[in-house]
């Protein structure tokens, strides 16, 4: 029975973690091809020849990177909504293989092992990531919504969504960075590892 019961676990990890991976590349696929399109918008890629680069064209084209902006916009939202619902809803923190239900016991069980700052600087990085996304999503429903035919928004509201869009393009990159830094960091500090639903020990 016990056997079942493992076998059953770890058929299930196995499966959080194939999921895990096919969220992550959605979500990082989707980003850079929302950078690469959203810089279309501006006549960068004509004014640096990338135009003329074989098979490059198009990116000169505003409506068609537009189109490619949308289109990723929406796998974005997709695949940040289901790694809300599907890992934070069933995970957790995870430390030392122990399910923890809170932030203080998960930073104190990290830290006895000498990784706290590495813990709290992860944490940080991961909330400035998730608030920038949710910006870079309600700005650009904003922006959507403005393109859309017989709709006026106020001139100040486009303002302020056109800014903040702008603002946290600019900190999503800098916060993944700082991300990947200090996950680079505490590697070579060794264990905890940092995963998707928290930390777990090697």
Same mark, same amino acid.
């Given at each position: 029975?016990?056997?079942?019961?493992?076998?059953?676990?770890?058929?299930?990890?196995?499966?959080?973690?194939?999921?895990?991976?096919?969220?992550?590349?959605?979500?990082?696929?989707?980003?850079?091809?929302?950078?690469?399109?959203?810089?279309? !918008?501006?006549?960068?890629?004509?004014?640096?020849?990338?135009?003329?680069?074989?098979?490059?064209?198009?990116?000169?084209?505003?409506?068609?990177?537009?189109?490619?902006?949308?289109?990723?916009?929406?796998?974005?939202?997709?695949?940040?909504?289901?790694?809300?619902?599907?890992?934070?809803?069933?995970?957790?923190?995870?430390?030392?293989?122990?399910?923890?239900?809170?932030?203080?016991?998960?930073?104190?069980?990290?830290?006895?092992?000498? !990784?706290?700052?590495?813990?709290?600087?992860?944490?940080?990085?991961?909330?400035?990531?998730?608030?920038?996304?949710?910006?870079?999503?309600?700005?650009?429903?904003?922006?959507?919504?403005?393109?859309?035919?017989?709709?006026?928004?106020?001139?100040?509201?486009?303002?302020?969504?056109?800014?903040?869009?702008?603002?946290?393009?600019?900190?999503?990159?800098?916060?993944?960075?700082?991300?990947?830094?200090?996950?680079?960091? !505490?590697?070579?500090?060794?264990?905890?590892?940092?995963?998707?639903?928290?930390?777990?020990?090697?």
């Amino acid at each position: 029975m016990k056997g079942k019961f493992k076998e059953r676990a770890g058929t299930s990890t196995a499966h959080r973690s194939r999921t895990g991976m096919m969220v992550r590349a959605l979500l990082v696929v989707s980003v850079l091809l929302l950078y690469f399109s959203g810089l279309g !918008q501006m006549p960068i890629y004509q004014r640096y020849y990338i135009t003329s680069i074989p098979g490059f064209t198009w990116t000169g084209d505003y409506f068609a990177t537009l189109r490619l902006h949308y289109i990723f916009a929406a796998v974005l939202i997709f695949a940040y909504v289901f790694h809300l619902v599907y890992h934070w809803g069933r995970d957790g923190f995870f430390v030392a293989g122990k399910k923890v239900d809170n932030y203080r016991e998960a930073r104190n069980e990290a830290g006895g092992k000498g !990784q706290e700052r590495f813990f709290t600087l992860l944490r940080l990085s991961q909330v400035l990531i998730h608030v920038n996304i949710l910006l870079l999503i309600a700005s650009g429903i904003v922006k959507v919504i403005k393109n859309l035919p017989a709709v006026d928004l106020p001139y100040a509201l486009l303002v302020m969504s056109t800014a903040l869009h702008n603002l946290a393009t600019l900190l999503l990159l800098v916060s993944c960075a700082a991300y990947f830094l200090i996950r680079l960091l !505490q590697r070579r500090n060794a264990s905890p590892v940092w995963s998707d639903s928290g930390v777990s020990m090697k």
